[in-house]
């Protein structure tokens, strides 16, 4: 036998009332916190890069005019970015997903970047699954959320990707962009037109804005990386430049990536910029 309570004719009981006004006001916040949080605007707030600590890494970031920058992680660590310079953070992996490292990102900026290339086994190396089961805990942060940023096949149907917003909207999950990576092995004067091709379908497919978060020409075809001559690299840079800077569902763009103690396809030298670098610096 159960015992029902008395009939509240569609009233709600008194002792309920402050808890459903406390989870009122923290909806109401956690609404106004991601609409008032919308990406910068311009094309100079559109063009980033990828950054590590090594030498002269804070005096080559002052100077190649990106307006965000990020470095795999929840915290900007030893490198110094200029004023008006945006850092965004990154939750790289499940082992991130903690109470210090999404405190940590919450405090840093008004964009959260997802796991990095889940769909590698070098990288975060997750499933779908594991990647959507932990995503209510990136939610929580309030920020502005982008999706895994898969190594490729970003617009593949059955791929990582489509497998985790097909997942994120079954579940109701919020995902605000789709982080992109992109390496060309054509070092020809096509390779522009090949990037555009691929972010295009991917925003065909998804209709969520863009963000290009690591891109270069590296072929990666064969036994060890090829990279291009540094003229191939700095007309990529121009001409990739303008092509982002002319679609208006790609909101960011970095290169990847700052220095050339990093990876040869780096802007600076130390310090210095070299051709490719002193192309994107130019680039608005």
Do not use: C
Not at 9 to 18: D, N
Not at 169 to 185: C, K, S
């Amino acid at each position: 036998m159960t015992t029902s309570s008395p009939r509240t004719h569609g009233r709600v009981p008194a002792r309920l009332l402050p808890v459903i006004v406390v989870l009122a006001v923290l909806a109401v916040l956690a609404v106004l916190t991601v609409l008032g949080r919308t990406p910068a605007s311009g094309a100079e707030a559109r063009k980033g890069v990828s950054v590590t600590p090594v030498d002269g890494a804070s005096q080559a970031l002052a100077d190649v005019g990106a307006g965000w920058y990020y470095d795999w992680s929840t915290t900007p660590g030893d490198v110094t970015g200029p004023a008006g310079t945006e850092f965004v953070p990154m939750i790289w992996g499940a082992a991130n997903v903690n109470a210090t490292d999404l405190a940590q990102a919450s405090r840093q900026g008004t964009e959260l970047l997802g796991f990095n290339e889940p769909d590698l086994a070098g990288q975060a190396s997750m499933s779908p699954d594991q990647a959507l089961d932990l995503w209510p805990q990136l939610e929580a942060t309030g920020l502005r959320l982008g999706a895994p940023a898969v190594a490729y096949g970003g617009d593949t149907p059955g791929g990582w990707l489509d497998q985790f917003m097909s997942g994120a909207a079954a579940r109701g999950y919020r995902v605000d962009f789709i982080p992109l990576h992109w390496y060309g092995g054509d070092f020809s004067p096509a390779a522009a037109d090949e990037l555009r091709g691929y972010l295009q379908a991917v925003y065909d497919r998804y209709h969520k804005p863009i963000w290009l978060t690591e891109y270069a020409l590296t072929d990666f075809s064969g036994s060890t990386p090829r990279y291009p001559t540094a003229q191939q690299q700095t007309d990529f840079v121009t001409s990739s430049t303008a092509m982002l800077d002319s679609l208006s569902f790609v909101e960011r763009y970095a290169w990847f990536t700052l220095s050339t103690e990093t990876s040869p396809t780096g802007l600076y030298d130390g310090t210095v910029p070299n051709s490719s670098g002193t192309a994107y610096r130019a680039a608005s």
